[in-house]
């Protein structure tokens, strides 16, 4: 699996690629994760002549390895990082020990043309998951770009990899139909990044421990209705339109409070927007946790809401469903595949007061509440791991025959 973004950098790339390595390794798949190094350097030797390394292998996991590339600091993104191309001899020699059946490739950069080009030097099958919907994506990273021209380039980026793979994964149907718009008129397989049954669990002991010590750092979220928002603070989430949210839902239910968990470059210019509000007591901000914490979070809330108008798949409001929370969710992109309807909360349009609305009916209808809830739970088991990672595994040997049979019409 390649990819140029991986943990400690958290995005649902990342999350898809561990998940599914995790399950795999699960089954006595092996499995390598080529992705960047995110060291923090110091001096420009060391910079230099840093060589690639693997993690030390997990004991839950002994069956996947975790190459890291050296790379550098991307000027437009500080949490991003750009490995470097002279590491291909150094990829192609491990990969060579490794032996891979099937290459997946999960983003677009140099790590993916790293993928690609391993897979056309040793002909080995080659599958690629389109994540991303980079045309909507790159404006807001390099705004000094004309919209058409970084438009242009987010679809021509991705073009180059569809119509080289063997086999075409899209994490839900608006992606596939945008294939389609991209001109690949090839056949595309549906799966959606599926969430590990340890993502959601929560124990009592620890729920208690984790509430009590969240009520000491945020006194004013405890005997509270929470509204909770998880996921990174970027401009392309749409975070803003929560507050205008909150302060509607303010009218009838006075002291609900906002939860923002996550972190990124957002987040310190979303709490100055907070502290000049009103209402900026009902606003709090944990930054970053741990993925092993986010189950406390989704359990803790009441609704679990999310703006966003760009994500391709929405994997927290799986995993809040999943916990038992109602969505309420702008039905957008990957929101529309994955709540289709009112399925687990309420998917509404963009608009403020449909959406608050829906809050407010959540927070005040205990029955309402109740079937909703039971509703998530049931709906979001379809994107359970053990459901999904199978069908991975049957794409693989489907790209393989692809491969044998001659590789997909574009090589």
């Known amino acids: ?54 993690d030390k292998k997990s004991k839950n996991h002994p069956n996947v390895q975790v190459l890291r590339i050296p790379a550098d600091h991307i000027l437009f993104s500080e949490e991003d990082r750009a490995a470097r191309i002279t590491q291909w001899h150094t990829i192609k020699k491990q990969l060579d020990i490794f032996q891979p059946d099937i290459i997946h490739i999960n983003s677009e950069f140099l790590m993916g043309w790293f993928g690609l080009t391993y897979a056309r030097h040793r002909h080995v099958a080659m599958v690629f998951t389109f994540h991303t919907l980079w ?124 939860l923002f968990v996550g972190g990124g470059p957002e987040l310190e210019p979303l709490k100055a927007k907070a502290r000049a509000l009103p209402y900026s007591w009902n606003i709090c901000f944990t930054g970053y946790r741990s993925r092993s914490e986010l189950a406390y979070f989704y359990k803790l809330a009441d609704v679990f809401v999310f703006p966003s108008l760009t994500d391709t798949q929405g994997l927290v409001t799986i995993e809040a469903m999943l916990s038992g929370t109602p969505v309420v969710a702008i039905g957008e992109m990957g929101t529309v595949d994955v709540m289709q309807g009112d399925n687990g909360g309420f998917m509404v349009k963009n608009d403020l007061q449909d959406f608050s609305t829906r809050v407010v009916q959540l927070l005040t209808d205990k029955e309402l509440y109740q079937k909703k809830s039971e509703e998530a739970l049931k709906w979001g088991q379809q994107w359970s791991m053990t459901t999904l990672a199978p069908k991975l595994v049957t794409l693989y040997e489907k790209a393989i025959e692809t491969k044998a049979a001659g590789g997909s019409r574009h090589d």
């Open 1 to 54: 699996m390649f990819t140029d973004a991986y943990y400690p950098r958290v995005n649902g790339v990342a999350v898809s690629v561990k998940s599914y390595a995790d399950e795999l390794s699960k089954r006595n798949h092996k499995v390598i994760i080529v992705c960047c190094d995110y060291t923090k350097r110091k001096g420009i030797g060391q910079k230099l002549f840093k060589t690639s390394f693997y």
């Open 135 to 258: 045309e909507d994506y790159i404006y807001n990273y390099i705004p000094y770009i004309p919209f058409n021209a970084s438009k242009a380039i987010g679809r021509n980026l991705v073009k180059f990899y569809l119509k080289r793979a063997d086999e075409i994964i899209c994490p839900t149907e608006r992606i596939a139909e945008v294939t389609k718009e991209y001109g690949v008129n090839r056949p595309v397989d549906i799966l959606p990044t599926g969430i590990p049954d340890e993502v959601v669990r929560v124990e009592k002991k620890g729920m208690n421990f984790f509430s009590t010590q969240l009520y000491k750092i945020f006194p004013s979220l405890q005997k509270k209705p929470i509204l909770l928002y998880v996921g990174r603070m970027v401009k392309e989430k749409n975070l803003d339109f929560l507050f205008d949210v909150l302060a509607e839902v303010r009218k009838t239910v006075a002291d609900v409070v906002l």
